[in-house]
């Protein structure tokens, strides 16, 4: 058998674990041999591939950003789409592709498959918003990278006596903000799920001064105020109708400042969150998704993502994953809560 791989979405920290772990089971337990496709689903639309075999995935481990490229290609956002990839993985002798990547990677993977293309998938995101698995891979590294920078920022807005702000990535869940936020020691988080009220900011931010501490506020880019929108760097859409979020910290820094007359400054982490070496628990997550998605193939469970629960991995059915994503639990936002002000 012939599989293809490819990774969609947003790059993550572990996606190269995934391909060496799919290829170094898949070449000597099942004799499968692998192409790798360029850059998400515009690899497959537009025949675009790389050589994937063992020499090929030699010192990947450790690697961040992932070896086959990736995009935001929607093959449905065009008409001849779904015809072309069928075309070209029957060109290429590919009978069966793992998509690794996240709701828009494997919700294409989920419509292809009711079209009949043998696709396996693996999910991926540093936002850990995806349904049907406890954890992706991505989401550890990340949140460390934001905890390291709250611990740094603490020192310094002590020094200055002034709020800082640091704004991570999560468009729909404040999975990143809710957990490095936790870890740092906020003096409060907001995420996208609960709308914040700007007057009780304001309130934590003055308690934490009186309590002659410098107060650190974790925002989750798409967290929303009360009577307010998402902010937004553009209104430009992506492939999969996603507008370009960010400027909720400065706003925030804004208001803050001008409301307690305290100087706030903001940080927006970005893309350092996403970047560079996986955690140790990311590549051991990777890696065990990589071997799973390669069983699942030689059992010929189309359809199905691999996922983790509790400490087992499983399959799940693709379906089920992407119907909704999984966002942060009230209850577990009033746990935070207990440290805000
Ligand atoms: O989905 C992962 C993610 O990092 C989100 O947290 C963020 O909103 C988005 O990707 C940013 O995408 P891009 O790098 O394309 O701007």
Not at 142 to 156: F, M, P, Q, S, Y
Not at 177 to 186: E, F, Q, R, T, V
Not at 227 to 253: M, N, P, Q, T, Y
Not at 291 to 305: C, N, P, R
């Amino acid at each position: 058998m012939r599989v293809g791989v490819l990774t969609g979405g947003g790059d993550c920290p572990g996606l190269n674990a995934v391909i060496r772990a799919i290829v170094r089971r898949g070449v000597p337990e099942y004799g499968y041999s692998f192409l790798g496709f360029r850059d998400g689903w515009r690899g497959p639309l537009e025949a675009l591939t790389k050589p994937l075999d063992i020499p090929a995935v030699r010192g990947l481990l450790p690697r961040g950003g992932t070896i086959l490229g990736s995009s935001r290609t929607n093959p449905f956002a065009l008409e001849d789409g779904v015809a072309r990839i069928k075309h070209n993985l029957q060109n290429l002798g590919v009978d069966a592709l793992i998509a690794i990547g996240g709701e828009d990677t494997l919700g294409v993977a989920t419509k292809l498959h009711e079209m009949g293309v043998n696709v396996v998938g693996v999910p991926k995101t540093i936002d850990n918003d995806l349904a049907g698995t406890d954890y992706t891979f991505g989401f550890d590294t990340a949140v460390t990278i934001a905890t390291e920078a709250i611990d740094r920022l603490h020192t310094t807005a002590e020094s200055h006596h002034r709020t800082l702000i640091v704004e991570v990535m999560g468009r729909h869940a404040g999975w990143i903000a809710l957990h490095s936020g936790m870890a740092g020691g906020a003096n409060a988080i907001l995420i996208p799920e609960v709308r914040f009220d700007i007057d009780q900011v304001c309130d934590w931010v003055e308690s934490r001064f009186r309590l002659e501490y410098a107060p650190i506020i974790v925002v989750s880019e798409g967290a929303m105020p009360k009577d307010g929108d998402e902010v937004l760097l553009s209104g430009e859409k992506d492939a999969f109708g996603h507008v370009r979020l960010g400027g909720i910290g400065d706003w925030l820094g804004r208001e803050i400042e001008s409301r307690t007359g305290k100087e706030a400054r903001t940080t927006v982490l970005g893309h350092v969150q996403r970047g560079g070496t996986p955690t140790s628990r990311d590549r051991w997550l990777a890696t065990r998704f990589g071997l799973h998605a390669i069983d699942a193939v030689a059992a010929e469970k189309w359809g199905q993502m691999t996922a983790l629960r509790g400490t087992d991995i499983v399959t799940v059915p693709l379906q089920e994953a992407t119907a909704q994503l999984k966002l942060v639990d009230p209850a577990l936002y009033a746990e935070a809560a207990v440290f805000f002000g």
